[in-house]
């Protein structure tokens, strides 16, 4: 299998598994992509790029649970392995170097025997999100130990009297007082490496980052666990051992991506200043750290994440920004003007500006899920390819895929992917399968089918649904974040503050948009969402008949009164940290206890739709709580209304191993083959018949249409 020409090498010395030479793979004939050779080939994911010199670049490499500290010279030449370890980080000054060896975090010289210069236990940098951060001079090094609390802790039971019970306000009183996570930061100073110094915060770390001397700024999100206060996330300093705080926004899961810039002076920040709730619009901005002032630099970009990159002169930032589900590199000036790098149809991430800063390098990821390393000369804007770390068209026959944009009941123009089968006839009337993607507010077009997203990220799962003959459609809507801040601003003043009503009519008027098309079956149309998208779906059924089956996949709650309960019940119960975040967000509920029964969660009388519920089975490893879900399979049972509901008892919030993945895919094609009457062959794939689906025993002619919308 020619996956990682670049770099066999280096896999080889990292997987057992052999690869095939490239001539071999170039002869094979192309497979047909299925869900399960995708959750079997474990793709490849590459992280922490940095610059070696101005020559190479060295990145932590991972395939099939193996991870190698991988170098790439720019100018020809072989990657090669710089050392085996995940999570690698190179210093500053290019000569040490941090990996997870094993159980422990290693420091190494770069040069010669490799020399060990410290080591301390990898607990002490385990964190969801790989966050380290050397400081400038390359003597000391900031790791990050989270520990998520559980979300349904075991239950202390007393025994008064002979009597067992449970104090349930004790236990809340518990839970506030442990937040949502808990952080510790350990400072390793290598000159005195056996005397780490730790200092623990409740909250999870969004940011970390160096400034000068011993000043290691850093961002602990608190979430909702603010002892009553309004929501909000500070940017803090930690100085010879003391914390003070240099700025501060309201809103909550505001990550903020705090950096200092090279001569100290500023510090940047991506946060949502226009409506400070959530990150419904986040925006770069930078805070004068002599007085705390602070200057906007964009206005009309969706700032991602924590990409901001200091110029080396500190003049201005490179930044990735949503380009309607692509990502595009910008640089911006101090004074806010805004200069385009890249307009190519790609996902960008991992960028890292040259030690000259003449070169820009970056990952990129495509509709076909080729991964790629590249550089751009920052002067002439050349853009040439370092590695293919993947490309998946080498083996499978792909359709085509594309964005597009459909217009919304108001003109909002909103994106879309579209996939196309391998062998698609524009003659023939396919079935399409829309996909609602989860998230919810904020969340952007992902370029990620959700069954395979923690096994196999990426978009080959769409892939898959195509090849068995469906038309795949993964529609964005407005509450996603790519469509300005006024768009969050109207949600919140309408009351739909999760934004699902909006939403719903966007993706209708997208469905509607695509059934212009001749060659979509307008009687088979099948729904499907995860998280934030199944409740999307949830409410779809309930508004017309347009869709033939839906499936919902641990969906969020249906609306605002039944995640408002979900607060106060369960594991939740007495607890008072949630009170601040829905003051914030929906007022305070003895002012306006109308709007806290908003929702839909008794709607599912109005849903006709064959609907399959799949749920999560483990609520310490994310799964949602099933309210919404089993009020929704309930409804439907008693209105005669086919429907299943299936609780994978192992899995959290989505899907952990290959197995349950797989059998998920089946249920769900199986669910759609049944109730949209579609024959299938072996292999799962359409039928069809005169360019037509061929039918489950009955006559094209005799198919269901679908009923008119109310």
């Keep these: 299998m020619n996956r990682f020409v670049s770099f066999l090498g280096a896999l080889s010395v990292a997987c057992a598994a052999p690869l095939a030479v490239a001539a071999a793979a170039e002869a094979a004939p192309l497979s047909t992509v299925t869900v399960e050779r995708v959750m079997a080939e474990k793709l490849p994911s590459v992280s922490d790029v940095q610059w070696l010199g101005n020559g190479q670049l060295i990145g932590n490499l991972s395939l099939d649970g193996h991870s190698v500290q991988t170098v ?383 096994l196999a990220s990426g978009p080959l799962a769409w892939h898959a649904w195509a090849a068995r003959g469906y038309v795949v459609f993964v529609p964005d809507f407005r509450s996603a974040g790519d469509y300005g801040p006024g768009v969050a601003s109207a949600r919140y003043r309408s009351g739909d503050f999760n934004g699902i009503e909006a939403d719903t009519r966007d993706i209708e008027a997208g469905t509607k948009w695509m059934l212009e098309r001749p060659y979509i079956d307008a009687s088979r149309v099948a729904l499907f969402g995860l998280s934030a998208g199944g409740a999307r779906i949830n409410r779809l059924l309930t508004r017309g008949s347009i869709y033939r089956a839906g499936v919902m996949d641990d969906a969020i709650a249906a609306g605002v009164l039944p995640e408002f309960i979900e607060t106060m019940s369960g594991p939740f119960a007495g607890t008072t940290a949630s009170m601040s975040f829905w003051n914030g967000m929906v007022g305070k509920f003895s002012e306006k206890p109308q709007a806290y029964l908003g929702g839909f969660l008794f709607d599912g009388y109005k849903s006709t739709a064959p609907t399959l519920i799949l749920v999560g089975g483990d609520r310490n490893k994310g799964a949602l709580n099933p309210l919404s879900a089993e009020v929704l399979f309930s409804m439907l049972r008693r209105n005669g209304v086919p429907t299943r509901m299936l609780r994978y008892v192992d899995e959290g919030h989505g899907f952990s191993t290959p197995a349950s993945a797989t059998h998920a895919f089946e249920q769900v094609a199986g669910w759609f083959a049944r109730y949209m009457d579609m024959a299938t062959d072996a292999n799962g794939k359409i039928l069809f018949d005169g360019g037509r689906v061929k039918g489950l025993g009955s006559n094209v002619s005799e198919l269901r249409q679908p009923a008119t919308s109310r």
Excluded at 202 to 219: E, Q
Excluded at 350 to 362: C, K, N, V
């Design 72 to 454: 790439w010279p720019l100018e020809g030449g072989h990657s090669h392995v710089l050392a085996p370890g995940e999570g690698g980080r190179l210093s500053p000054d290019g000569k040490r170097f941090i990996a997870r060896e094993g159980e422990d975090w290693v420091v190494r010289e770069m040069q010669g025997a490799r020399r060990e210069l410290a080591r301390v236990p990898g607990a002490y940098g385990e964190n969801g999100s790989g966050r380290m951060a050397w400081s400038r001079d390359s003597e000391q090094i900031a790791l990050v130990q989270d520990v998520a609390t559980l979300a349904v802790p075991p239950a202390k039971v007393l025994t008064e009297n002979g009597a067992r019970i449970e104090d349930v306000g004790a236990q809340a009183d518990a839970r506030d007082a442990g937040g949502f996570a808990s952080t510790t930061i350990t400072v390793l100073d290598l000159r005195a490496p056996d005397k780490p110094r730790r200092f623990p915060f409740i909250g999870r770390l969004n940011a970390l980052d160096w400034g000068a001397a011993d000043d290691l700024y850093f961002v602990v999100q608190p979430f909702w666990n603010t002892g009553g206060k309004t929501p909000s996330t500070a940017v803090q300093v930690l100085q010879h051992g003391e914390v003070r705080e240099v700025f501060r926004v309201k809103g909550i899961m505001q990550a903020i991506g705090a950096r200092i810039s090279p001569d100290g002076r500023w510090m940047s920040v991506i946060c949502d200043i226009d409506n400070q709730v959530w990150e419904d619009f986040t925006s770069l901005l930078v805070v004068d750290l002599s007085n705390g002032k602070t200057r906007r630099l964009t206005r009309d970009k969706y700032v991602t994440g924590d990409s901001a990159r200091w110029a080396r002169d500190s003049s201005g930032l490179y930044f990735s920004a949503r380009d309607a589900g692509w990502r595009q590199l910008y640089h911006v000036d101090l004074l806010g003007k805004v200069t385009a790098l890249t307009d190519s149809p790609t996902v960008k991430r991992e960028m890292q500006i040259s030690p000259d800063e003449r070169r820009l390098a970056y990952a990129a990821t495509d509709g076909l899920g080729k991964l790629e390393l590249r550089v751009m000369d920052l002067k002439t804007r050349r853009d040439q390819q370092v590695a293919v770390l993947d490309d998946p068209s080498t083996r499978y026959r792909l359709g085509r895929f594309e964005r597009v944009k459909y217009p919304a009941p108001d003109g909002l123009n909103i994106a879309a992917w579209v996939i196309y089968p391998p062998d698609f006839d524009p003659s023939k009337k396919y079935p399409m399968y829309v996909d609602v993607h989860g998230g919810g507010p904020a969340q952007y077009l992902l370029l990620m089918a959700p069954i395979s997203i923690g």
